[in-house]
């Protein structure tokens, strides 16, 4: 049956009998919805045999879309990152955070998030591999402005010429679609039909396949056992873990003699932002591990997290969600999930769907009371609580945040799962000499919402410090730890400033030196520009034959600015975009 007001074909799966009659690879675009995934309160696994059958459909090229709630959809991720024959068949591509549920809070954040993954069905024996395809252009939403400014609300930071006259452009956070109560975990029809724009779905090329497997067929999640892994660097043995500590060495190894030392648990908070395996340029860390490598070094930290968490204690991880599908699934089995976080954190204008948020996880160890110091809109703001965030109405620009407080405009809404207020760390005055480096506002959020004054912070990959710096700033203890001692004397020197400038009232400043810019004849926005009104009296993009007869030099100030001269000229198409 037609799925309503959609353009999929509708089948209640049980078993494969209820798809054997269709040819494979015949669909574009194949939707899973989980239905119920969680039974009494525990887990159930994905069922291979549909997720199977639902790459049998696909065509290469195809994609895969598996909605579902932020506790169980890991477990359908991990099932295709980690099972040989479907692995072979699919590539990872988003966790699209949909904002579209409308639950009361309960005794943590406002659940508004639900998960879709996103697969590409790929076919290893074709020799041209088959192209990843969205429709983006068919999915632009429309711009909206700040109730208090009337600027857009999202700071363009001086880019504002590129914004494109028909609307932005999806990210893999969407929070354009009205929020509902959710009866279960069924697609919804808005969202089925934005599935059909972007991959170019319609009635004949489209289906989906809802869960429904009786009780007597559902299996529990597997437990795992502990983790073991020999890494090649060591700690030397400590005999005790102070409290404010900065450790240079193997996390993993600390974290076993951490174990030894306090079986019953030393932290109350443990936060982790692992390198991401993309290549980053760290000081002295491989950061292009091989995959399954790199998932068993994650397992191994992770575990020691979990051993040396206090019962009640929170453990949050930072990364991406590819790699937090993995840590999800991984943690599930170990800990109390409670927030899958979408830090909706992308800080510049993209022309694609772009993956614009971090996964942020949080879970709780059983066994013991959980902090979590919010105060509600409903409730006057606790003294050292987190506090609700500005109304997405708003934008972010200090000017306006500051104009319309002063002027009483300050609508609250409640905190969620899905992050916007943070910014990552655009400027390099606030940046120390380390890739990944983490705003403080976000570490400080994470810190008072999950811990009291007094209360132990562990960081792993403590980096440039912010983690350590944050606590000490909210009155808590930490113990931070790098493999890297070009970090760790970061941080160590960070915090002796920050003892060093404490001000009148004792609270600690981080000190930080001017950071002079080399001001160019042409700037980006001008290059830009005139690419764009080039384009526009021309009536297509230009060439470079034709910008070096128009203007010359002004391929040279192109490559002074950009790493390719392609990235340039694609700017032009905006221009062709405002005369459409």
Not at 96 to 101: C, F, G, K, R, W
Not at 126 to 138: C, N
Not at 400 to 422: A, N, Q
Request: charged fraction near 25%.
């Amino acid at each position: 049956m037609l799925d309503n007001r959609t353009s999929f074909k509708r089948i209640h799966f049980v078993s494969s009998r209820d798809t054997a009659h269709l040819p494979a690879a015949l669909y574009d675009a194949l939707a899973v919805s989980t239905a119920n995934g969680v039974a009494h309160g525990k887990l159930i696994a994905p069922p291979q045999v549909l997720l199977a059958e639902s790459l049998r459909l696909l065509r290469p090229g195809g994609l895969l879309f598996i909605y579902g709630c932020p506790a169980e959809l890991p477990h359908w991720g991990q099932h295709i990152l980690a099972t040989a024959e479907l692995s072979v068949q699919a590539i990872f591509k988003y966790w699209l955070a949909l904002d579209i549920s409308e639950e009361s809070r309960g005794a943590f954040l406002q659940p508004n998030h639900r998960g879709m993954l996103m697969f590409m069905k790929i076919d290893p024996a074709l020799k041209k591999p088959a192209k990843f395809v969205l429709h983006t252009s068919e999915t632009r939403v429309p711009h909206r402005n700040c109730t208090a400014c009337g600027q857009n609300v999202k700071d363009w930071g001086g880019k504002k010429h590129l914004l494109n006259p028909s609307g932005a452009a999806l990210s893999d956070v969407w929070r354009d679609l009205p929020r509902r109560k959710l009866r279960d975990e069924k697609i919804p029809d808005d969202v089925l039909e934005r599935i059909a724009k972007l991959s170019g779905a319609n009635a004949g090329n489209s289906l989906h396949l809802v869960a429904a497997f009786p009780a007597s067929q559902q299996a529990d999640v597997d437990e795992i056992k502990r983790v073991t892994f020999e890494s090649p660097k060591t700690i030397a043995k400590l005999s005790a873990i102070k409290p404010d500590s900065v450790h240079a060495g193997d996390c993993i190894s600390f974290l076993k003699r951490v174990e030894v030392l306090h079986p019953e648990g030393a932290f109350d908070l443990a936060f982790a932002d692992p390198p991401y395996n993309l290549e980053k340029k760290y000081s002295q860390w491989n950061d292009a591990m091989a995959n399954q490598h790199y998932l068993d070094w994650c397992n191994a930290w992770l575990d020691g997290m979990v051993a040396t968490l206090k019962p009640g204690g929170s453990l949050f991880v930072l990364n991406l969600p590819k790699w937090a599908t993995h840590h999800a699934a991984f943690l599930n089995r170990r800990l109390d999930f409670r927030h899958w976080i979408a830090w909706d954190a992308l800080s510049d204008p993209r022309g694609k769907l772009m993956p614009a948020h971090y996964a942020l996880l949080w879970y709780t160890k059983p066994g013991g009371k959980t902090v979590c110091n919010y105060s509600p809109v409903s409730e006057k703001l606790r003294d050292g609580f987190v506090s609700p965030p500005d109304s997405l109405q708003y934008c972010l620009r200090a000017k306006c945040v500051r104009d319309r407080k002063t002027l009483g405009d300050d609508v609250k809404v409640e905190l969620s799962d899905l992050w916007y207020d943070i910014h990552r760390i655009r400027h390099k005055r606030d940046r120390d000499a380390h890739p990944c480096q983490l705003p403080d506002k976000l570490m400080e959020r994470i810190i008072k919402l999950a811990t009291r004054p007094g209360d132990v912070v562990f960081d792993p990959f403590c980096g440039a410090g912010t983690t350590a710096i944050a606590a000490m700033k909210l009155g808590r203890k930490f113990v931070v730890i790098d493999v890297d001692e070009k970090y760790v004397e970061i941080t160590k020197r960070k915090l002796a400033d920050m003892r060093e400038h404490a001000d009148m009232f004792g609270e600690f400043i981080v000190p930080r030196e001017s950071t002079k810019v080399l001001h160019r004849e042409v700037t980006k926005r001008e290059v830009e520009s005139y690419l764009q009104e080039f384009a526009k009296r021309l009536k297509r993009v230009p060439t470079e034959e034709e910008v070096a007869t128009d203007r010359p030099g002004m391929l040279e100030e192109i490559d002074h600015i950009y790493a390719t001269r392609s990235a340039a000229f694609k700017r032009a198409k905006i221009g062709l975009k405002a005369t459409d």
